[in-house]
């Protein structure tokens, strides 16, 4: 599997062009957001390690404009952990993220879980530690079937999921889902639940054929009906 690096610092696309060859994966790389969004939708990779700043263009305006043709998982990388662009990038579509400085341990371990959760096909007897109706949970590959088709979701999506579904029909507040999901999450406020859900709606009705599984309650929370 291929993975396409986009950073205009030559010392960190070093970095990561070592640690992920190191691993088995090819990869190369380019510093401008133009050459980036032509690499990225031509079809030939299977995940783009995106910089949120770049010298012709942000990260940001990068990712738009992949999404309007391409569906390729993108792990940002970024010197600004603020909850404002952490929200923006997974609002455009981001499957995880990642701030400066990073260890390329993790870094690749995170390749490694979008992967998985993008990459491989639902088995015919898979190891579902929960299931239900039109729902399979696999829980050590941090990852959602729906309709016997992996869903593509980031990873505190699945989380968020899982969480809904192992307790259908519980209202959870927005601070229980924060303690269950974002246990090790820094700065993360919790609007950040409302932005995920929003996002994770809009992937289940893309699934479920319009249906929205989930339900807000207000003042309270939400729950799941699956």
Known sequence: ???????????????????????????????????????????????????VGLPDMSGFDVCREIRRSSEVPILFLTAHAGEIDRIVGLELGADDYVSKPFSPRELVSRVRAILRRTQKPVPENPPFSISAPSFQIDREGLRVACKGQWLNLTRYETLLLICLLEHPRRVYSRAQLMDKVWTYAEETEERTVDTHIKTLRAKLRATLSGQDPITTHRGLGYSIDP
Request: charged letters at 20%; proline letters at 0%.
């Open 1 to 51: 599997m291929k993975i396409l690096i986009v950073d205009d610092e030559q010392a960190i696309a070093d970095t990561l062009l070592y640690a992920l060859s190191s691993n088995g994966f090819e990869a190369d790389s380019c510093r401008l957001g133009g050459e980036a969004v032509a690499r990225a939708t031509s079809g030939g990779y299977a995940l783009v390690i995106l910089d």
